[in-house]
């Protein structure tokens, strides 16, 4: 027996709330992203870690929130709650990694340190959207459509590496909220489409299901990781030069005499008065040395 599948059973409240907890998390990361550009190396791992911690925050909080819409018309929904953190943690690892992975490859990072963490945090967010479904408990089985599952991957992928690229390109924050948008739609999309491709199989039994309803893990979910994006939002709003981003004035002058020695080479180069005064010399002497 196939079951009723509602994925927006509150309209567009959940989307919406879950599309801006992705947005906030990204633009968090993206801040924390940039800030390493210009920070000693002792600091880096510490900023990597928070925008890791971040995003990963962000995106379960989105999937999490998303999944309050999602109801089955002909059975309750329940949900494991060691499963169901677990995937938490593993969004925040499969971040880290690839936030890692770039974050030590220079100011511009490209070519395959791009990819490599592009593909691991996508993997991961692909990773973190299936476990967080194995957790779900109802008197039936969830089926999955091959393509849908196919192309979510392939979006979280898409969504990681353009986040990963973006943290690199954008300097001031209103280039980081621009991303941060771009990155909670990609997000966003990557959960309903995977959510599409989802049908369920009731059995016949009618036993009841065993764990914990969704009004019972909201409140430790608002707690836990939205308690944590508000303490990292006030870790970078009191940090202004994660909010301003690089400046655009020139970078320091050298110290002193390289100016003078860059411009006396130069000039040394011009052909100036310089032979125009040896001319003058040499009309001088000339008389003389007759």
């Known amino acids: 027996m196939q079951g009723t599948?509602?994925?927006?059973?509150?309209?567009?409240?959940?989307?919406l709330v879950a599309y801006l907890m992705a947005c906030l998390g990204s633009a968090l990361g993206l801040r924390c992203t940039t800030r390493v550009r210009r920070v000693a190396g002792s600091w880096r791992p510490g900023w990597l870690a928070l925008a890791s911690a971040a995003i990963g925050s962000g995106i379960w909080t989105m999937h999490f929130i998303a999944m309050m819409g999602f109801t089955v018309a002909e059975a309750p929904i329940h949900y494991d709650k060691p499963t169901t953190f677990a995937s938490l943690g593993l969004a925040v690892?499969?971040?880290?990694?690839?936030?890692?992975?770039?974050?030590?490859?220079?100011?511009?990072?490209?070519?395959?340190?791009?990819?490599?963490?592009?593909?691991?945090?996508?993997?991961?967010?692909?990773?973190?959207?299936?476990?967080?479904?194995?957790?779900?408990?109802?008197?039936?089985?969830?089926?999955?459509?091959?393509?849908?599952?196919?192309?979510?991957?392939?979006?979280?992928?898409?969504?990681?590496?353009?986040?990963?690229?973006?943290?690199?390109?954008?300097?001031?924050?209103?280039?980081?909220?621009?991303?941060?948008?771009?990155?909670?739609?990609?997000?966003?999309?990557?959960?309903?489409?995977?959510?599409?491709?989802?049908?369920?199989?009731?059995?016949?039994?009618?036993?009841p299901t065993v764990g914990d309803s969704p009004a019972s893990l909201l409140a430790p979910m608002l707690i836990g990781p939205l308690t944590f994006l508000c303490l990292a939002a006030a870790v970078?709003?009191?940090?202004?030069?994660?909010?301003?981003?690089?400046?655009?004035?020139?970078?320091?002058?050298?110290?002193?005499?390289?100016?003078?020695?860059?411009?006396?080479?130069?000039?040394?180069?011009?052909?100036?008065?310089r032979p125009r005064r040896d001319l003058g010399r040499r009309r001088v002497r000339s008389p003389q040395s007759r």
Do not use: C, N
């Open 5 to 15: 599948v509602d994925g927006f059973t509150y309209g567009l409240v959940t989307p």
């Open 236 to 273: 970078v709003l009191l940090d202004p030069k994660t909010v301003t981003g690089s400046p655009r004035q020139a970078p320091p002058e050298p110290e002193p005499g390289v100016p003078a020695r860059a411009h006396a080479a130069h000039t040394a180069r011009r052909p100036g008065p």
């Open 93 to 207: 690892v499969m971040v880290g990694v690839g936030i890692f992975i770039v974050g030590y490859q220079g100011p511009r990072p490209r070519g395959a340190a791009l990819f490599t963490g592009g593909t691991v945090t996508g993997l991961g967010i692909a990773s973190m959207h299936y476990l967080g479904m194995a957790g779900m408990r109802l008197d039936g089985r969830i089926e999955y459509d091959t393509p849908s599952v196919a192309a979510s991957v392939v979006i979280g992928m898409a969504a990681a590496t353009a986040a990963l690229w973006a943290a690199g390109q954008v300097r001031g924050w209103r280039w980081s909220v621009g991303a941060a948008l771009i990155m909670g739609v990609a997000v966003s999309g990557m959960h309903y489409t995977a959510m599409a491709g989802v049908s369920v199989h009731l059995h016949a039994t009618g036993s």
